[in-house]
């Protein structure tokens, strides 16, 4: 099946850094990407879907100055969570879906811990 | 609010017996319904689909069940097996895969032996 990867799968930084979360389609290209952030026990919750090439579009409440997503290549979309604070701590997953495919692949996630 | 709701947290079945997870929506755009599975500190993994032409899709041990007029589905796994524990999500979305998704809470699978 279809391999999405996401790196780093755990980060650790003091309030008011940025960090950078890849996510990468392996064997595939994927026309869509997809970030979803999940609180303990709770859902997964979609913020945003990205296209390659093109500018995401964020979930409402959703702050896009925060989250900055970059999609540069069809197997490669990041997220940068800006000026991080400790409510960003979370679980961070991407997915990939290809075009003519209805399911979306995810990646394993990032675990997020603001200082 | 809740547009898909799994309103079990918890379910506990007995190894070999028939595991029935249930899920609502309210949002009557859905055309596609997936469940996924997982365990903490990973990512979902795809089970099983349906779309809204079909009221039953089977693969395997997992068939799911879509009754739109309810807007209810289901999961039967048969026979449940100890590595059917996890969390079970139910997710919906419209037109397929270029929609983001929307999930329910999930509901814990516990297969007892």
């Known amino acids: 099946g279809a391999v999405v990867s996401q790196h780093p799968s755990r980060v650790i930084c003091k309030s008011g850094t940025s960090v950078k979360i890849e996510c990468r389609s392996l064997?595939?290209?994927?026309?869509?990407m997809f970030w979803y952030r999940q609180f303990p026990k709770q859902s997964l919750m979609l913020m945003a879907t990205s296209n390659e090439g093109s500018k995401a579009t964020y979930e409402q409440g959703v702050e896009k100055d925060k989250f900055l997503i970059n999609h540069a290549s069809l197997t490669l979309s990041t997220l940068t969570v800006t000026s991080a604070h400790p409510e960003d701590s979370s679980f961070y997953i991407c997915?990939?879906?290809?075009?003519?495919?209805?399911?979306?692949?995810f990646g394993p996630g990032t675990r997020l811990t603001v200082l | 609010d809740q547009q898909v709701k799994q309103n079990s947290p918890s379910l506990s079945v007995q190894e070999g017996r028939i595991s029935i997870l249930n899920c609502d929506y309210t949002?009557?755009?859905?055309?596609?319904f997936l469940w996924y599975k997982k365990y903490p500190a990973e990512g979902p993994t795809f089970l099983i689909s349906?779309?809204?032409?079909?009221d039953k899709n089977e693969d395997g041990r997992f068939t799911v069940f879509l009754n739109k007029s309810a807007k209810h589905l289901s999961l039967h796994i048969v026979p449940s097996q100890p590595g059917d524990s996890a969390v079970y999500f139910c997710a919906a979305n419209v037109g397929g895969g270029a929609d983001g998704l929307t999930f329910g809470k999930g509901t814990h699978l516990i297969i007892q032996p």
């Open positions: 949002n009557s755009m859905f055309d596609y």
């Open positions: 064997d595939f290209q994927a026309t869509t």
């Open positions: 997915s990939a879906s290809l075009a003519g495919l209805d399911e979306q692949f």
């Open positions: 349906i779309s809204s032409i079909k």
